[in-house]
């Protein structure tokens, strides 16, 4: 077995066109370091829906060079069984480490293969990315970036020439193309042939899709202090906040630059603790100066994803985060204001308030999806998604994907224009928990070293699920591996609770399912409490926020986690 290991690794060792990683595994073959050379040939990286995402280093279960040419070479040979024998494939990237050599490499394979390649002038918001699928009429598209993983992470995603990412069968068939390359010897990838895109024309096209977002005349007067996390969404917020006509955003210093070590924070990510501490500070210094920003803003490192904070007296940070669901309610009451027309839509592990929102008044169209914006870009019709992961799409036409961008001009406008009733977002939170029941959410989020942690829960969730949570009777419990009529199947577990006996709260529901991008188990929960008048708020959110614990420790308990 070690001399299988050790000529394994000398064999890819052959193949690795990258420097870095060559010398790294070379070190490991010398150090006949065991441990660390099983770990990294233990497999390959699985191609899905997601793409590729992964650690860097050297190795079939690493981002590397070697792994994103075949990754490249195999979308290429899928592409061209389809029919698209000399169409056009635009590569995006992030500023992440090796994010700019797995874009050129992209580019290579493709003209190598005989498609067409065009490339980011530099990197990019993953949206840019999106919108120029479909403003070019290319193919295909791959943006090179990891969102907001860690730092040592980087991955691939794979979008089709309707501007969505890839779903079944496609990841199957690209999948099977990539395990067809035997070497990467037998990949042709020249040193030329693409083009790289002009800024002005391609970033000039996506940010005059972005004033389509905002009503003509509509309010601008609002103050907002915003980070981009270290990553590539300051540019282009900016811009597109400059051509709407609001104010220039306070930009948090510390985190303005991108930096693929994203030193400031432990996780790149809005939802994560202390990831906002530097925006709250910005805020509290620009109040002291007399300019107290309404709303603080952020995107994640891709600027896919958008989070919002408001003023909070009550807290010690004096801002309050609010939840992905309650920027989704929040914008499509303000698209109903708008009379959006079309379709809204959100996942599973979403709140249900926004299918209430959407039958209220116009009766707007309302549709579920599985998790992710891959499911509800394809959704007929479609006018407004979001997803409960701070993923908002404002502007389907234009970016059939989540857009942190667009998404962060419409919050602004409708902020602007409560500001100008005198109000807040957190006034209009309090009408629509007062309209339609307050519907408090919550995540119970386990991340684990050891997969089978996770595979461990799930199995004794299906074997033994529970029939009471928080005191609440389990009404239905259904097993999504089977599918339903709506639903293709997906590794998923959702009950329905009933609710309680005093009429305090009118059910719950909670979902249970593997991360599809970290290692992770994820538990979504919602419970729903009737709101009698404004004066009863205060009450329902204590009830609502004891029953959401008392479904977590229940739950933890029967998953064993």
């Known amino acids: 077995m070690q001399r299988d290991l050790i000529a394994q690794a000398r064999t890819w060792l052959a193949e690795d066109p990258d420097p870095e990683t060559r010398a790294e595994l070379a070190e490991l073959i010398d150090a006949e370091d065991l441990a660390e050379l099983g770990a990294r040939f233990a497999g390959t990286l699985q191609f899905g829906t997601a793409g590729l995402r992964g650690e860097l280093g050297a190795g079939p279960m690493r981002m590397n060079r070697s792994v994103v040419i075949r990754a490249a070479a195999g979308l290429a040979a899928y592409l061209k069984k389809q029919g698209h024998t000399d169409g056009t494939?635009?590569?995006?990237?992030?500023?992440?480490?090796?994010?700019?050599?797995?874009?050129?490499?992209?580019?290579?394979?493709?003209?190598?293969?005989?498609?067409?390649?065009?490339?980011?002038?530099?990197?990019?918001?993953?949206?840019?990315?999106?919108?120029?699928?479909?403003?070019?009429?290319?193919?295909?598209?791959?943006?090179?970036?990891?969102?907001?993983?860690?730092?040592?992470?980087?991955?691939?995603?794979?979008?089709?020439?309707?501007?969505?990412?890839?779903?079944?069968?496609?990841?199957?068939?690209?999948?099977?193309?990539?395990?067809?390359?035997?070497?990467?010897?037998?990949?042709?990838?020249?040193?030329?042939?693409?083009?790289?895109?002009?800024?002005?024309?391609?970033?000039?096209?996506?940010?005059?899709?972005?004033?389509?977002?905002?009503?003509?005349?509509?309010?601008?007067?609002?103050?907002?202090?915003?980070?981009?996390?270290?990553?590539?969404?300051?540019?282009?917020?900016?811009?597109?906040?400059?051509?709407?006509?609001?104010?220039?955003?306070?930009?948090?210093?510390?985190?303005?630059?991108?930096?693929?070590?994203?030193?400031?924070?432990?996780?790149?990510?809005?939802?994560?603790?202390?990831?906002?501490?530097?925006?709250?500070?910005?805020?509290?210094?620009?109040?002291?100066?007399?300019?107290?920003?309404?709303?603080?803003?952020?995107?994640?490192?891709?600027?896919?994803?958008?989070?919002?904070?408001?003023?909070?007296?009550?807290?010690?940070?004096?801002?309050?985060?609010?939840?992905?669901?309650?920027?989704?309610?929040?914008?499509?009451?303000?698209?109903?204001?708008?009379?959006?027309?079309?379709?809204?839509?959100?996942?599973?592990?979403?709140?249900?308030?926004?299918?209430?929102?959407?039958?209220?008044?116009?009766?707007?169209?309302?549709?579920?999806?599985?998790?992710?914006?891959?499911?509800?870009?394809?959704?007929?019709?479609?006018?407004?998604?979001?997803?409960?992961?701070?993923?908002?799409?404002?502007?389907?036409?234009?970016?059939?994907?989540?857009?942190g961008i667009t998404a962060a001009l419409l919050i602004a406008e409708l902020t602007a224009e409560l500001k100008e009733q005198g109000r807040t977002l957190s006034d209009l939170l309090d009408d629509l928990a007062v309209e339609h029941g307050l519907h408090a959410t919550d995540q119970l989020s386990v991340r684990v070293e050891d997969l089978s942690v996770i595979a461990s829960a799930m199995r004794r969730l299906r074997e033994q699920p529970p029939t009471v949570l928080a005191g609440l009777h389990v009404v239905s419990a259904e097993d999504l591996s089977k599918g339903t009529e709506s639903l293709p199947p997906t590794d998923g577990l959702r009950y329905h609770l009933a609710g309680d006996e005093a009429g305090q709260v009118s059910g719950a529901r909670v979902i249970v399912r593997p991360s599809g991008t970290e290692p992770k188990l994820k538990c979504y929960l919602e419970v729903v409490v009737p709101v009698a008048d404004a004066a009863a708020l205060a009450g329902a959110r204590v009830r609502g926020g004891e029953v959401l614990a008392a479904i977590k420790t229940d739950l933890a308990r029967a998953a064993g986690i």
């Open 89 to 403: 494939v635009v590569v995006g990237y992030d500023a992440r480490y090796k994010s700019a050599d797995f874009a050129r490499d992209t580019a290579a394979v493709m003209v190598g293969a005989g498609l067409k390649a065009v490339v980011m002038p530099r990197p990019l918001p993953t949206p840019v990315l999106a919108f120029a699928i479909r403003h070019l009429g290319a193919v295909a598209g791959v943006e090179v970036t990891a969102s907001h993983n860690p730092p040592r992470d980087n991955g691939y995603k794979v979008y089709l020439g309707d501007g969505s990412q890839i779903v079944p069968p496609a990841d199957a068939g690209i999948a099977a193309e990539i395990a067809a390359v035997a070497s990467l010897n037998d990949v042709p990838r020249p040193d030329a042939g693409w083009e790289t895109l002009r800024e002005e024309d391609i970033l000039g096209a996506y940010l005059e899709r972005t004033d389509a977002v905002l009503t003509g005349g509509s309010a601008r007067n609002v103050r907002v202090v915003y980070t981009p996390m270290h990553g590539v969404g300051r540019d282009v917020l900016t811009a597109a906040f400059a051509r709407a006509g609001f104010p220039a955003p306070a930009v948090v210093a510390e985190q303005a630059e991108p930096d693929p070590d994203f030193p400031t924070v432990a996780f790149p990510n809005p939802e994560e603790p202390g990831a906002m501490d530097l925006a709250f500070a910005t805020a509290r210094e620009a109040a002291a100066r007399g300019e107290a920003p309404d709303i603080i803003i952020a995107n994640d490192p891709d600027a896919d994803r958008c989070a919002v904070a408001v003023p909070a007296d009550d807290t010690v940070e004096g801002w309050r985060m609010l939840r992905g669901d309650e920027v989704g309610a929040l914008l499509a009451e303000h698209l109903v204001h708008k009379n959006a027309a079309g379709t809204f839509a959100t996942t599973i592990v979403s709140s249900s308030l926004l299918s209430r929102i959407a039958a209220a008044g116009t009766g707007t169209p309302y549709e579920e999806t599985l998790t992710g914006f891959k499911w509800l870009a394809r959704v007929d019709g479609l006018r407004y998604a979001y997803e409960e992961a701070l993923g908002y799409c404002v502007d389907p036409e234009g970016v059939r994907d989540k857009d």
